[in-house]
Every structure is written in structure tokens, then in C-alpha cells.
């Protein structure tokens, strides 16, 4: 089975820029949830969605950033305009129902110059 | 606010002894209780899940919950340097809420 696909896995670009990063849960899992890890504030969440409609976004660190999900099989993360303080591993990781634990995607490394 | 504190470590324990990390969380209610590892560069892998009180083995790795304490601990017996890494604890504290993740303890096995 594949398991959470996230797309790219680097992106290096400049300050200002519009980022999207793009991710694919596990088919069947109706729960989603994008986090952004640093060394120093470790695992953070940004935003879940259940069913395709978000839950909870006080995660979301400023305006700037936004979150979609059109439908079961995708999702986006958008950062516009980004800043060097953007810069981190952004993880997607999905879940069925219940109590069952998050698969977490490879991330994608941000890096913001 | 919940929360779940880890100690971040490092922990350095020879190679074949046992490795013990260990988790306190703020909520009672809670749930259910993970455990996580992450190699340098790489994503959260899931290694144990555990849903009700005493212990849960499953190969090298024992995970211990004592709900009444809110204390959830792994172990990790016969220690090898693969198992160098960082630990995340996390704990789901209700229905179909995210998990709330400890920041993480890191372990070196020394060879």
C-alpha cells in the first residue's frame, strides 16, 4: 500500500516567493493533518482536516499561510508571501477514524533565503 | 493547554542493554499513546501503540501505560546502534482529535 505522498521534498526559494507544498494521503483515510517540525519547537500542528473540511487551524502560524483540501486524495499547504522564518519540515500524515495512530509522509525540507 | 513532556536527552546506554524512555501527559481523559521514532533527516515511523493500562510487547520494544500516574514509558531491550534516534511520544486525548506530540527524546546506543 502506499502510504502518505508528499510533494517536492525539497524546495529552496526566495524570500517573498509563493510556496505550495502538496500531499496525498493514505487511500481510505479521512483525516489529515499538516505539521511543521524546527529544532526548536519540535512537531508543530498546523491544521487538520476530517472529511475534507477543516477542523482546526489555530495552528496556523500567520495569514500568510493557507490550507486546502478539494477533495479525499489531495491537499495543499500554501505560504505566500514566505519568509526565512518559514523555514522547516513541513510533514502531512492522515488517519482513519477513531483511534488509530497518524502515518506521517517523508516531509518536504523549506528552506527560505 | 495538554501537553506531553519528554526529557530531551541525549540518552547514551551501551549497545545491548536496555533503553528506557519515558512520557508524562497533562490530560486524564486521554486515550490512546504512541510511541514514534525519527532518524536524523527522516519522517516520524510508528514502532508501538498502547490503549489500556500495563505493558505491551511486541519484539524488541515494551511500551508501559499507567493511566492513573498519566506516565507512559518504552523500552527497549538488547539496545543496538540502529536504534539511535529521537523518540516521540504522543498522545490522542479524545475521538478523532490529533495527537498531541512530546518533543522528543533523543537515544544513542553506543557500540
Known amino acids: 500500500d502506499a502510504g502518505v505522498i508528499q510533494s517536492p521534498r525539497h524546495e529552496v526559494t526566495e524570500m517573498g516567493q509563493e510556496v505550495t507544498l502538496r500531499c496525498k494521503p493514505i487511500s481510505g483515510h479521512n483525516s489529515l493533518f499538516w505539521y511543521r517540525q524546527t529544532m526548536m519547537r519540535g512537531l508543530e500542528l498546523l491544521i487538520y482536516?476530517?472529511?475534507?473540511?477543516?477542523?482546526?487551524d489555530s495552528g496556523m502560524p500567520e495569514d500568510r499561510f493557507s490550507a486546502k483540501m478539494p477533495n479525499a486524495s489531495f491537499s495543499t499547504l500554501k505560504i505566500q508571501p514566505s519568509e526565512p522564518r518559514d523555514s522547516a519540515v513541513y510533514f502531512c500524515?492522515?488517519?482513519?477514524?477513531?483511534?488509530?495512530?497518524?502515518?506521517f509522509g517523508d516531509g518536504t525540507r523549506l528552506s527560505i533565503l | 493547554q495538554k501537553e506531553v513532556e519528554q526529557n530531551s536527552g541525549p540518552l547514551s546506554v551501551p549497545e545491548g542493554a536496555i533503553a528506557s524512555l519515558n512520557c508524562t501527559y497533562s490530560d486524564r481523559g486521554s486515550q490512546s499513546f504512541f510511541w514514534y521514532r525519527q532518524y536524523s533527516g527522516k519522517s516520524p515511523e510508528l514502532i508501538m501503540s498502547?490503549?489500556?493500562?500495563g505493558d505491551k510487547e511486541d519484539g524488541r520494544f515494551t511500551a508501559q501505560l499507567n493511566k492513573a500516574s498519566q506516565y507512559v514509558s518504552l523500552l527497549i531491550r538488547d539496545s543496538q546502534p540502529s536504534d539511535s534516534a529521537t523518540y516521540l511520544c504522543a498522545v490522542r486525548y479524545s475521538g478523532n482529535t490529533p495527537l498531541v506530540f512530546g518533543k522528543g527524546t533523543r537515544l544513542s546506543v553506543i557500540a
Open positions: 482536516f476530517n472529511n475534507n473540511v477543516p477542523i482546526d
Open positions: 500524515a492522515s488517519t482513519r477514524d477513531g483511534n488509530q495512530p497518524q502515518h
Open positions: 498502547i490503549y489500556s493500562n
